[in-house]
Antibody
């Protein structure tokens, strides 16, 4: 079945780095755009970054641009989020999500269970 | 930056119709999606491209998008519909989510 499984979350000190992974299965990974979306405790959904089907076009939110990098390894069916210079306000549940489309966002139809990132000294 | 505005909360009696709005500048010029998130769970796509339902989503959930406002309508609301609902749009290569609406079924 179609599935996304995130990993790599944890507790990290401010200013440090962390890399999240999202393993995909059950669909043709190289045919779809992918996203990272986060949710701080008791808050709403916040878009983090997106990547096109081939992994060539990348977009990110103002709040993370220059610190976070999204990438897509189609040979490994895996999505990544490299997070550098982490701040306490980056503390959140991080979800990866599959898009219905290959490039633009038509809707995120599959979501993982999320991985928790806590930035604290 | 582009913003989407939703009411923080909407209440509805069982069996009645609930409408959740999402407002943004010229929102009708782009596609809107809607997500349902129940407590402690991952979001679920319930409407995409303004008014399309993914397989498995009941027909009583419907969507529209005109002018500056997109609307998610739930007809014959049931207790199982109680959740947070988020609208989402795409603007200038950026993804935007609304702040979310808590639907309470009284």
């Amino acid at each position: 079945q179609v599935q996304l499984v995130e990993s790599g979350g944890g507790v990290v000190q401010p200013g440090r780095s962390l890399r999240l992974s999202c393993a995909a299965s059950g669909f043709i990974f190289n045919s779809y755009a992918m996203h990272w979306v986060r949710q701080a405790p008791a808050k709403g959904l916040e878009w983090v970054a997106s990547v096109s089907d081939a992994g060539t076009d990348k977009y990110s939110a103002d709040s993370v641009r220059g610190r976070f990098t999204i990438s897509k390894d189609n040979s490994r069916n895996t999505l990544y989020l490299q997070m550098n210079s982490l701040r306490p306000e980056d503390t959140a549940m991080y979800y990866c999500a599959k898009d219905l489309g290959s490039h633009e966002t038509y809707g995120m139809d599959v979501w993982g269970q999320g991985t928790t990132v806590t930035v604290s000294s | 930056s582009y913003g989407l505005t939703q009411p923080p909360s909407v209440s509805v009696s069982p069996g009645q119709t609930a409408s959740i709005t999402c407002s943004g500048d010229k929102l009708g010029d782009t596609y809107t999606s809607w997500y349902q998130q129940k407590s402690g769970q991952s979001p679920v796509l319930v409407i995409y491209q303004d008014n399309k339902r993914p397989s498995g989503i009941p027909e009583r959930l419907s969507g529209s998008n005109f002018g500056n406002t997109a609307t998610l309508t739930i007809s014959g609301t049931q207790a199982m519909d109680e959740a947070d609902y988020y609208c989402q749009a795409w603007d200038s290569s950026l993804v935007v989510f609304g702040g979310g609406t808590k639907l309470t079924v009284l």
